[in-house]
Structure formats: C-alpha cells, structure tokens
C-alpha cells in the first residue's frame, strides 16, 4: 500500500484505489566504483551502473476472468554514470500492454526477447555476465509476444515486425523452458527473415539453501559460445564466479564477486573480472552496493 501511495501522490493522481490496486512501483540500483584497464596498461577510476533500473507493472482484472497487465520499466544507468554520452537519464527498457487468462497472456510493446529470457535465470553475475557470448538482441520494439505455462514447462514466442516499406526482415524469436525440483532447462530460438538463426541452450540447477550453478550455450552460425557459472551462498554471504570462452577467438573471460546482504533487499560486493578475448587484455576492480525496491 505505501508503494501505491507514493505513486498516487507523485503524479497527483486521484483514481480509485480498486483500479489502482494491483500496481506496484519497484526498482534496482547497482553501483560501483572501481578501476577499468585497458590492452595498454592504462587503468581509469569508474563509476558505473549495472542493470539498474526503475518500473511500475501491475494487472487490472476484467468481469470476464481475464485481467489487462501492463509494464513500464527504464534503464537509470545514464542517470547514474552517463556511460553512453547521451543527454537523457532514462533509458527504455521494457513497455507493453498485454491481456491474461486461461489461454496465456499476449503482450504488445518494447518486450525483452524469449532468446534473451530463456537463460536470464542464470545470469547471476550482471556484470561481465554470460551474456558477453553473445545472445541479443535482449530487447526489442513493436514486439507480440504470447506466454504460456504448462506446469513445470514454460513457452514463450514473440513476433517482431520490420515495419520498413520493402524490406522484410522480420523477426520470431521462442523458448521452451523446464524447471522442477530446482532443475532448469531451456532452449531459446531467434531469427530474422533472411538472417542466420540463433540457438541457446542452458543447463542450470538451483539448490534449496540457494546454491546455483549453470551451463550456456550460444551457436550463431559458425560462432558459438559456452559459459560457466555458480554461486555459493553461506549464512549472510555468497562467493560466485563465471567463464567463458568463444570458439575460435584466443582467450576467454573470467568474473569473480564477493558480497554480503546487510539487509532486505540491500547487498554490498566486489568483483574482479579479465576479459581477454581476441587479446583484449581487458580487466576490472570494482566494489559496489546492490539495492532492490
């Protein structure tokens, strides 16, 4: 109800509580300070952002059973460390409009592409994560996207319009995922009229006392990627590393963290992280503070 509040109160609104009821304002903040070096030996001190962000979604039930659900959700990294040079401090990430019931639920707007989805439960480090092997786009524009749950087996697919006059480039990207007794499994599919499919498997296992550990594989074309991760979690405190490594290009990235929870919601941690793919001799120092909302 105090989340309700704060967004009836910041926009001046005045509807009724019972439309108003099923919509929650949420939100992450993940910053760090720390170094970055380059190929050359040449370190500069950092402030970044990673996944941050701020949303509101919600659900508004229908008299015939179904409910109209909705999501706005920006990226706060410009906000935070202006990283892309650009002059505005939100950036777009999810933004549709969707209608759920017994069938599944369809979605119409900016949607974040079942490809993309089909390994996110696994993307544990956020930073230097297994997405560096290439599994995007993450997100798109002008997005159907249709959902459906058949008890432990899930089905995603979306179809993404070119919307340019004589060109069809047209794009259908799906999953099909499987989770039960902490076991997960999903296969993503993603291609583009004309384009080369792409193709992720991943492999992930989440114990009860909140272990994790996952395999991914990406394949597009002749390029194909594999990453590693876990994490280990003891009391308060958790240590969690990843690999990967591209076929065909020299070397690979590592990633490591540390954290702590102090509280609900609140994390503090550092990481290092190399990156020497195709001899980028790439590294990073960070610590940082998570805060979710």
Do not use: C
């Amino acid at each position: 109800m105090k989340k309700l509040l704060a967004i009836a109160v910041a926009a001046g609104l005045a509807a009724p509580m019972a439309v108003m009821a099923d919509t929650t304002l949420y939100g992450k903040m993940k910053v760090s300070v720390g170094s970055n070096k380059n190929a050359a030996g040449d370190s500069v001190t950092t402030v970044e952002a990673h996944s941050s962000r701020i949303g509101v979604k919600g659900s508004t039930p229908m008299d015939n059973g179904m409910s109209i659900t909705h999501k706005v959700e920006f990226s706060t990294k410009n906000a935070i460390d202006n990283s892309t040079g650009g002059t505005a401090a939100l950036g777009a990430r999810d933004a549709w409009v969707g209608m759920k019931g017994n069938f599944g639920e369809v979605r119409v707007g900016r949607h974040a592409t079942p490809l993309s989805l089909s390994s996110d439960a696994y993307d544990i480090m956020n930073v230097g994560g297994h997405k560096s092997i290439g599994n995007g786009p993450f997100r798109v524009s002008n997005a159907i996207a249709y959902l459906k749950g058949f008890g432990p087996v899930g089905f995603a697919a979306a179809y993404v319009p070119d919307e340019t006059h004589g060109v069809n480039s047209d794009v259908i990207s799906t999953l099909i995922n499987y989770s039960s007794n902490g076991i997960y499994t999903a296969w993503g599919h993603q291609k583009a009229k004309g384009g080369t499919a792409t193709d992720t498997l991943t492999l992930g296992y989440t114990a009860p006392a909140g272990h994790k550990a996952s395999l991914v594989y990406n394949k597009t074309g002749d390029y194909k990627g594999t990453a590693l991760n876990g994490r280990y979690k003891f009391g308060k405190a958790y240590v969690q590393a990843e690999i990967g490594k591209v076929k065909d290009v020299d070397g690979s990235y590592k990633v490591g963290e540390l954290g702590y929870k102090l509280g609900k919601g609140t994390t503090v941690w550092t990481s290092l992280g190399k990156n020497d793919m195709a001899k980028s001799k790439a590294s990073h120092a960070r610590i940082g503070i998570t805060s979710n909302f």
